[in-house]
C-alpha cells in the first residue's frame, strides 16, 4: 500500500505509454536516429503539462532501447558549472565503454531553471553541440524566453492533454491489477477532474481506494473538495521534508487556513509520517508546547505571541525528522474531527444523563461520567429490572434508559412493552 | 420528584447525612459548622480535601441545619467545573444574592463546588463578587487542594480541612447501610471496598450497591469484579499499546477514553500515574516519565488541549518502550 500507483504503474514499455501517440511516433524515431549512428538532432525538447506522459516515455524508450538514463530533474542544483560536469561528461564518454554503455540524458523541467541555476541554459547549449549520446529536455512552458537557444537546436515535441476515455482506461487496468471493483460512472468522474492529467487520476484514483475493495461513485464525489485539501497536502509535504524551521513555517503561508485547522492537520499525521520512536516523541513534545501556547495566547489575547505556536507546529515537526527513514506515506484527514463529529450525538445523550444524573447526586458531570454513571451501568447488567427502575427515579427518558441498557450490553427489556402500548 | 424516588435511589443519595448530626466523620469540622447554627453566623468558607469526603454533604447539612427543611430557598450550588465561565458564575450569583432572606437568618448560601477548577483570572473575579454580596450571602467554595485558591480568597474564608475516611468509619457506614437493605457484607469485602476507594464514601457506597447488584454475599471476590469491570484496564491498556510502539492504536484508545467514556484528561492522568509503577521499565524511567506526566498535567491545568497533551507522553512511552522493548 505505501508504494504509490504512479510509480508502481509507470509504463515499462513504450506502448504501456497512454496517448499523444504522433508525438511518441516522432520520439522512436529520433530514438532510433541515434541508434544507427546518424542521429537527426542532438536533443529533442519535449513540452505540455503535466502528468501527460513526457517523463514516462523517456524512461521507457530508454528501457525498451537499452539505454542507461541519467536523470537532472528540477531538484537538483543545475548551475552552468554542474551541467557541464555531469552532463558534459555523461554525454562525452560513452563510446569508450563500448556499445553497453549507451545513456540518455534527461533534463526535466528546464524551464523550471531558477535564476540561481545562472548559466544553465547557456551550459546545455554548449553541451548539446559536443554530445555523442541523446539528450532530452522536458518543460511545461516550452515558449518561456529564457529557453529560446534550445528552441532552436531541439527537434521540438508538444505533448498534449490525454482524453478522457484514455485515462480511463489505464485507471481500469490499474483496478484491475490491484483487484479493486469500480463503477464506471467513478472512473468517468476521476478523468475528467483530472483535466487529462494522468499522474493527478492516478493519485485520486489511490486516494479513494485507501481500504477500499469497491469504489462507487460516492467515494469519489469528494474530490471536487480536494482543491481546498489538495494545498493542505502541498504544504504538509513541505513541512514534513522541510530542513530548517524557516521552510517549515513559510509553508503556512503558501495556504490560507485556519491555524488550528492546520494544527489538527500537522498533529494528525505527525505519527505516520515520523515513525522512528525518537523522532516522534520530540515532535509530539513540539506539538504539545505549540498546544500550550496557543492555550495561552488565547487566554491572555497576546495575539502577537501566535508565531511562536506556528513555528512549533511547523518547525517543531520538520527538524524532529532525524531518523526516520523516507518513504512516501499518503496524508489523512484528521481523524479526531472525524470522531467527535461521528460520536456528536452520543456525547449529547450521555452529557443530558450526566447532567441529570449530576444535579441529583449533588456533585459536577465530569464526576456522574467517571465515577456514578460507571456504576449504574454495572447496576444495569447484573439486575436490569431494578436498573431501570432507579434510572427512572432520575427522571431520565426512555430513550436515555434505552442507551444506557445498549451501553451495558443489556438487551433492551422496555422494547416489547413499549412497542405494544404504541400501538 | 418522581414517583420512584426514595425507594430506587443511589444509596450514596438514599443515605446522604440530612443534617449535621448524621454525619459519621470530620468531627472536628462538624463540632465547628454546629456553632455557625447556633450563632446564626458564619464567615465565608473554603472547604479542602479529596473527593468523597463529606464537603458537599456537610455544606448541605449546615443548610438544613440554619434554614430549616426547606433550606433550598436560601441556598445555591454551583459546580465550577459544568458552568460555562466566570460570567455565567456571576450573573447566576448576582440573581440570587441580591434578593433578601425571609428567614431569621439573614444571608443565604452559595456553594461553588470544584472552585479549584477557575483559572487564577477567575478567581480574582469571584473575589469581587465574595466581596460585594458579603451583606446578603455567604460563599462556600469547596476544592480538592488548597493551594489552587488564591492567596486572596484563602484569607478572607474560614479554612477547614476534610481527610479522607478511616476503614472504621467506612465499615460502620457502609454496614449501617446494609442493615437497611438487608445485604450480607463480610469484613473482607469492606476491605477490599476500602482499598478501592481509598477513602472516598461516595465511591466506597457506589461500589457497594453495584456488589449488592449481584444478589449475593459481598465477600472480596465480589468487589473486585464490579471494580474489574466498572474501571476496566483501559488506560493500562492504552499505555501497553504504546509501550509497545503502537502509537496510532494507543491514540485511538485515548480518543475512545476522552471523547467516547467521557474521562476527563486530568483523571486518565491520574490512572496512568498509578499505572507507570505496574510498567516494567528501569526506575530510573518511571521518575522521567512521572516527570512529564507531572508537566502534562500541569499544561492540562492551565488550559491546555488534553488529547494533545496525553499524546505525548504516549510518544514518549513509546520511546521508553523501544529502549527496553
Known amino acids: ?45 519535449l513540452y505540455g503539462p503535466a502528468g501527460v506522459g513526457k517523463t514516462s516515455l523517456v524512461e521507457a524508450a530508454a528501457r525498451t532501447y537499452g539505454y542507461d538514463l541519467v536523470e537532472l530533474n528540477a531538484s537538483d542544483q543545475r548551475g552552468e558549472s554542474i551541467i557541464k560536469r555531469i552532463v558534459g561528461v555523461a554525454a562525452s564518454q560513452g563510446t569508450l565503454m563500448g556499445s553497453m554503455s549507451r545513456r540518455i540524458i534527461l533534463l526535466d523541467e528546464v524551464d523550471g531553471m531558477s535564476e540561481e541555476d545562472k548559466g544553465g541554459v547557456k551550459a546545455i547549449v554548449e553541451v548539446l553541440e ?84 469497491r469504489i462507487t461513485i460516492d467515494d469519489v464525489k469528494w474530490l471536487p473538495y480536494r482543491n481546498r485539501i489538495e494545498p493542505i497536502f502541498d504544504v504538509l509535504s513541505m513541512i514534513f521534508n522541510a530542513k530548517t524551521v524557516a521552510t517549515a513555517r513559510r509553508a503556512l503561508s503558501l495556504i490560507d487556513v485556519d491555524p488550528d485547522m492546520m494544527f489538527e492537520w500537522i498533529y494528525e499525521n505527525t505519527p505516520s509520517q515520523l515513525t522512528d520512536p ?31 505556536v506556528t513555528e512549533l507546529m511547523t518547525g517543531g515537526v520538520a527538524v524532529a525528522k532525524e531518523a526516520t527513514k523516507s518513504k512516501w506515506t499518503p496524508f489523512h484527514f484528521p481523524e479526531r474531527i472525524k470522531f467527535l463529529s461521528s460520536i456528536k450525538s452520543e456525547r449529547e445523550v450521555m452529557n443530558s444523563i450526566a447532567s441529570k444524573i449530576a444535579s441529583r447526586c449533588l456533585t459536577s458531570r465530569r464526576t456522574a461520567l467517571s465515577d456514578i454513571i460507571p456504576y449504574i451501568l454495572f447496576i444495569l447488567r447484573s439486575n436490569p429490572d431494578y436498573g431501570v427502575k432507579l434510572l427512572k427515579s432520575y427522571d431520565l427518558t426512555s430513550s436515555e434508559i434505552e442507551f444506557l441498557l445498549g451501553k451495558a450490553g443489556v438487551a433492551s427489556i422496555e422494547a416489547p412493552r413499549k412497542r405494544s402500548r404504541s400501538t | 420528584m418522581s414517583l ?28 465547628r459548622l454546629k456553632k455557625f447554627v447556633e450563632t446564626k453566623t458564619m464567615p465565608h468558607c473554603l472547604f479542602a480535601g ?29 459546580n465550577a467545573s459544568d458552568e460555562r465561565g466566570i460570567d455565567v458564575i456571576r450573573t447566576t450569583v448576582k440573581n440570587f444574592a441580591r434578593s433578601a432572606t425571609l428567614t431569621e437568618v439573614p444571608f443565604k448560601i452559595l456553594v461553588l463546588d470544584e472552585a479549584d477548577n477557575l483559572t487564577a483570572d477567575a478567581q480574582q473575579a469571584l473575589r469581587r463578587t465574595m466581596e460585594r454580596y458579603t451583606d446578603t450571602c455567604r460563599f462556600i467554595l469547596s476544592c480538592n487542594y488548597s493551594n489552587r485558591i488564591i492567596e486572596p480568597i484563602q484569607s478572607r474564608t474560614a479554612i477547614f480541612r476534610f481527610t479522607p475516611l478511616s476503614f472504621e468509619d467506612t465499615y460502620a457506614y457502609l454496614k449501617r447501610i446494609c442493615n437497611a437493605e438487608r445485604v450480607q457484607l463480610t469484613e473482607d469485602g469492606a476491605k477490599a471496598i476500602y482499598e478501592v476507594a481509598e477513602g472516598d464514601l461516595r465511591k466506597a457506597v457506589n461500589i457497594l450497591q453495584a456488589s449488592a447488584s449481584l444478589g449475593k454475599p459481598i465477600v472480596a471476590d465480589v468487589v473486585y469484579d464490579v471494580v474489574g469491570w466498572v474501571h476496566p484496564r483501559e488506560v493500562a491498556e492504552m499505555m501497553e499499546y504504546a509501550l509497545k510502539g503502537d502509537f496510532t492504536k494507543s491514540r485511538m484508545l485515548l480518543r475512545m477514553l476522552l471523547y467516547q467514556r467521557g474521562y476527563a484528561g486530568s483523571d486518565i492522568v491520574k490512572r496512568m500515574h498509578s499505572s507507570v509503577y505496574e510498567l ?44 527496553s522493548g
Open chain 1, 278 to 308: 525518537r523522532d516522534l516523541a520530540i515532535a509530539m513534545e513540539n506539538l504539545a508546547k505549540a498546544d500550550l501556547f496557543r492555550s495561552r495566547v488565547k487566554l491572555l489575547q497576546r495575539w502577537e505571541l501566535l508565531s511562536f
Open chain 1, 1 to 45: 500500500m505505501s508504494i504509490p500507483w504512479i510509480i508502481k504503474y509507470r509504463p515499462k514499455r513504450i506502448e504501456e505509454v497512454v496517448g499523444n501517440e504522433e508525438s511518441k511516433k516522432k520520439f522512436i524515431e529520433w530514438l532510433e536516429s541515434w541508434v544507427k549512428g546518424k542521429p537527426t538532432y542532438k536533443a529533442t525538447l
Open chain 2, 280 to 323: 516494567s521499565i528501569s526506575e530510573k524511567q518511571k521518575v522521567d516519565l512521572i516527570n512529564y506526566l507531572g508537566e502534562i498535567d500541569f499544561r492540562i491545568a492551565q488550559g491546555a488541549d488534553e488529547e494533545v497533551q496525553i499524546s505525548a507522553f504516549l510518544a514518549r512511552l513509546a520511546l521508553v518502550g523501544r529502549g
Open chain 2, 4 to 31: 420512584y424516588a426514595k425507594e430506587y435511589e443511589l444509596w450514596a443519595e438514599k443515605y446522604r447525612p440530612r443534617t449535621l448530626d448524621e454525619m459519621v466523620n470530620q468531627k472536628e469540622i462538624v463540632e
Open chain 2, 50 to 78: 479529596p473527593p468523597g469526603t463529606g464537603k458537599t454533604t456537610a455544606a448541605h447539612c449546615l443548610a438544613h441545619d440554619l434554614f430549616g427543611e426547606n433550606y433550598r430557598e436560601n441556598f445555591l450550588e454551583l
Open chain 1, 130 to 213: 559536443k554530445t555523442r549520446q541523446p539528450i532530452v529536455l522536458t518543460a511545461n512552458d516550452a515558449w518561456d524566453p529564457k529557453l529560446a537557444p534550445l528552441r532552436s537546436v531541439c527537434l521540438m515535441l508538444e505533448f498534449k492533454r490525454l482524453k478522457q476515455w484514455e485515462v480511463v482506461k489505464k485507471l481500469r487496468e490499474i483496478c484491475l491489477r490491484e483487484g479493486i471493483e469500480v463503477d464506471k460512472e467513478a472512473l468517468e468522474f476521476i478523468a475528467k477532474r483530472s483535466e487529462g492529467d494522468l499522474r493527478s487520476a492516478i493519485n485520486d484514483l489511490q486516494t479513494v481506494s485507501q481500504g477500499r475493495r
